[in-house]
């Protein structure tokens, strides 16, 4: 059974450009969770999605990102017209369910690293 | 706002000595706290969780301790072995979140030398 997955694990854009990560989560999961790792700091909750639903989209940016699980393939957190404050590491997240139970079948893919020229 | 702070970014210790780790929280909110262990290049691992109306919870090498007046956690690790060495993240949640809203503090980095 293989974990969450996370695509690419390295990416570089130059400002201005569009960022796409993916994110496929474990077998049985539908729900999953966006955050963002900046330098030097602990990780911040962006977005929570089920299959077509953002459930809780509080900790994105107003502006240029968003987030879609769709029914079918791996969910994308999108980024429009990358700053170089965008550079960070990007982890999901999924959980076979959304309630508060069994921390321990909850699961963080690798990440990807993005870095804004 | 940071709401969850680990104070200490980094931590040495000898093999088979006590690993003590620090967490501070300042939303008396929080209902549960969780300990995630993380590798380079991986992503973090949930390694212990306490729930607020409990004072201590043992898992193995790994001990949690809660002090609720305080607004403390703190992560004991005896004995330290090599393989522990990681970035240890506090973690807190409330009970209106779901799972993944977390709140993490800024880790500490372990190093547990021979």
């Known amino acids: 059974n293989a974990g969450v997955m996370q695509n690419p694990r390295h990416l570089v854009r130059r400002r201005g450009q569009e960022a796409r990560l993916r994110c496929s989560p474990m077998k049985g999961h539908s729900h999953v969770y966006w955050y963002r790792q900046l330098p030097e700091e602990g990780l911040k909750f962006m977005v929570y999605l089920q299959k077509e639903n953002i459930i809780d989209e509080s900790g994105m940016p107003k502006e240029r990102f968003s987030a879609e699980f769709p029914k079918e393939g791996p969910s994308i957190l999108r980024i429009q017209q990358v700053v170089r404050g965008d550079s960070a590491a990007y982890f999901c997240?999924?959980?076979?369910?959304?309630?508060?139970?069994?921390?321990?079948?909850?699961?963080f893919g690798p990440g990807t690293r993005l870095t804004v020229l | 706002d940071q709401q969850v702070k680990q104070n200490s970014p980094s931590l040495s210790v000898q093999e088979g000595r006590i690993s003590i780790l620090n967490c501070d929280y300042t939303?008396?909110?929080?209902?549960?706290f969780l300990w995630y262990k993380k590798y380079p290049a991986e992503g973090p691992t949930f390694l212990i969780s306490?729930?607020?109306?409990?004072d201590k919870n043992e898992d193995g090498r790994f001990t949690v301790f809660l002090n609720k007046s305080a607004k403390h956690l703190s992560l004991h690790i005896v004995p330290s072995q090599p393989g522990d060495s990681a970035v240890y993240f506090c973690a807190a949640s409330r009970p209106t979140d779901s799972w993944g809203k977390l709140q993490f503090g800024a880790g500490t980095q372990v190093v547990v030398t021979p």
């Open positions: 306490i729930s607020s109306i409990k």
């Open positions: 939303n008396s909110m929080f209902d549960y």
């Open positions: 997240a999924s959980s076979p369910q959304g309630a508060r139970v069994k921390w321990n079948e909850q699961f």
